[in-house]
Nanobody
């Protein structure tokens, strides 16, 4: 059974930092890339950042460029999202996904990030 497990969310004040982790487990084809997405109440899920497992330049949403950094540990099938200078508008449930040659692995349960002003 394939699982994606996100962790690291919490309640912080504006300007503070959080580091999210996403671990993929189970049986699946090699992961090509991993990404972080978020969904705020009443809004659609949106892409935050993606990264190729093999390396290369990550891709970021304009709203998080310069503040968030996505990294990965290919050996552990794990992706991280370092979030600095958090803003109230970053409040959302954060999800990760992983893409293999057979398609996406699906969604984890998400981790709540709440930023107070």
């Amino acid at each position: 059974q394939v699982q994606l497990v996100e962790s690291g969310g919490g309640l912080v004040q504006a300007g503070e930092s959080l580091r999210l982790s996403c671990a993929a487990s189970g049986t699946f084809s090699n992961i090509n890339d991993m990404g972080w997405y978020r969904q705020a109440p009443g809004k659609q899920r949106e892409l935050v950042a993606t990264i190729f497992i093999a390396g290369g330049s990550p891709n970021y949403a304009d709203s998080v460029k310069g503040r968030f950094t996505i990294t990965r540990d290919a050996a552990k099938n794990t992706a991280y999202l370092q979030m600095n200078s958090l803003k109230p508008e970053d409040t959302a449930v954060y999800y990760c996904n992983a893409l293999t040659r057979d398609g996406p692995l699906g969604w984890g349960q998400g981790t709540q990030v709440t930023v107070s002003s």
